[in-house]
């Protein structure tokens, strides 16, 4: 299922080339991504009751199109995939139906001892999926 947030590009979030910065994209990509964890009831204190927190392997972002300021873009996430001890979460921010960014991010999900990785409990699976 997919989540949403809507953003508006602040000036802090532009550029000396008056568009939304690269790492602001970046930093939506990953709020999305907490937000929607959260709207499924998995926050920090949940992640660090069990013991294990999702941590970010690999980010492959697409610009496809600038953002200008105060313009609203909607950030879509979804998990598209799931793997033993990691997800690809998609997402997507638009302008309207244009898509502006596209990005895929592999999330392994980690013990926080050890750092090793350790297999998605389905608690957690049956909450996304």
């Not at 953002?67 to 799931?82: D, F, K």
């Not at 979460?89 to 350790?118: C, D, H, N, Y």
Request: proline share 4%.
């Amino acid at each position: 299922m997919r989540f949403q947030l809507p953003i508006t590009a602040s000036d802090a979030d532009i550029d000396e080339l008056d568009h939304v910065s690269n790492l602001v994209y970046l930093r939506w990509v990953l709020e999305v991504a907490m937000e929607h964890s959260r709207a499924k009831g998995w926050d920090h204190p949940q992640y660090r009751a069990l013991g294990s927190v999702f941590i970010v392997r690999r980010h492959e972002l697409d610009y496809l199109a600038p953002v200008l300021r105060g313009e609203l873009v909607i950030a879509e996430t979804w998990v598209a995939s799931w793997k033993g001890a990691s997800c690809v979460r998609a997402t997507e921010i638009k302008r309207g139906e244009q898509v502006v960014l596209r990005a895929a991010t592999t999330w392994a999900f980690v013990s926080l001892t050890s750092g090793r990785p350790q297999r998605i409990p389905e608690e957690l699976l049956a909450a996304f999926v």
